[in-house]
């Protein structure tokens, strides 16, 4: 069987849903990650937020097993 996989990437968090191709949802999750910096500068760690897709995708995945 086929699936998609949908992400949202927002300010604060991913959040994301697995689901068939006829459009039942198996899984949603969230994962958030934060910003640094200064007052009127924000910056985000990519190690952190690509280990925060990352996580969120196998999460999603798992609901397949």
């Known amino acids: 069987m086929d699936y998609l996989i949908g992400l949202d990437i927002g300010t604060t968090a991913i959040k994301g849903a697995i689901m068939s191709v006829k459009g039942k949802v198996l899984k949603t999750i969230s994962g958030g990650y934060?910003?640094?910096?200064e007052p009127n500068v924000k910056l985000l760690n990519p190690d952190e937020f690509l280990n925060t897709c990352f996580s969120v995708i196998k999460k999603l995945t798992e609901a397949l097993v």
């Open 34 to 37: 934060n910003y640094y910096g």
